[in-house]
């Protein structure tokens, strides 16, 4: 992530929020070479640091544009970063202070979360999870899996569907079930 950061301000803002996090994780015991997160684990998860490389993959390839610190404005169009904890809740509502219009939020294991302000998406993973639990996830990604759609194809997917949600011509499932979560982050270790 860092390589893609527009320009060296950016790329040293994106260091140091994770730097001090890092350090404040690790002087209470834990730090990104762990992982609290029993369904992580049990998905073969071993550390938040394998979780991330998941996160970034999601991320694309745009440049990022930005660093911001949590709950700090987006004001530049493109890829913002924003510093949240692991946290769902606490991201969401740091996303969401941020600017957020929309909130994507995949997930492996169905975690029921949704933001007040906000909309959130919920992408799922596999199907297995989307079948399980079709009361909260808005979308499938499992045909990638299979080998039946591209990533490309299911991103047309899910840009046709933000859309749709942000005209207001279909209300994500968080939405309609008033999942209405919000934890401000206390800023300190949140795993």
């Not at 001090?20 to 609290?36: I, K, L, R």
């Not at 591209?150 to 046709?160: A, F, H, N, Q, R």
Request: aromatic share 4%; net charge negative.
């Amino acid at each position: 992530m860092i390589d893609r950061c527009e320009n060296e301000e950016i790329a040293r803002k994106f260091i140091y929020l994770m730097s001090t996090y890092d350090a404040q994780a690790h002087a209470v015991g834990s730090g990104f070479f762990m992982n609290p997160s029993p369904g992580n684990i049990k998905d073969g998860l071993i550390t938040d640091a394998i979780k991330s490389t998941g996160a970034a993959k999601k991320g694309g390839t745009s440049p990022v544009v930005d660093v911001l610190d949590y709950t700090e404005q987006a004001v530049k169009p493109g890829l913002n970063l924003v510093c949240t904890p692991g946290n769902d809740v606490e991201a969401t509502t740091g996303k969401a202070a941020s600017g957020a219009n929309l909130i994507l939020f995949t997930t492996g294991l169905g975690t029921p979360t949704g933001n007040p302000v906000c909309p959130v998406i919920k992408v799922a993973t596999n199907t297995v999870l989307a079948t399980k639990m079709a009361d909260i996830i808005d979308i499938d990604t499992g045909a990638i899996i299979r080998g039946e759609k591209s990533i490309p194809e299911m991103g047309e997917e899910i840009l046709e569907l933000c859309i749709k949600v942000a005209s207001g011509e279909v209300i994500p499932k968080a939405v309609a079930l008033n999942q209405d979560d919000f934890i401000p982050w206390k800023r300190g270790v949140s795993l």
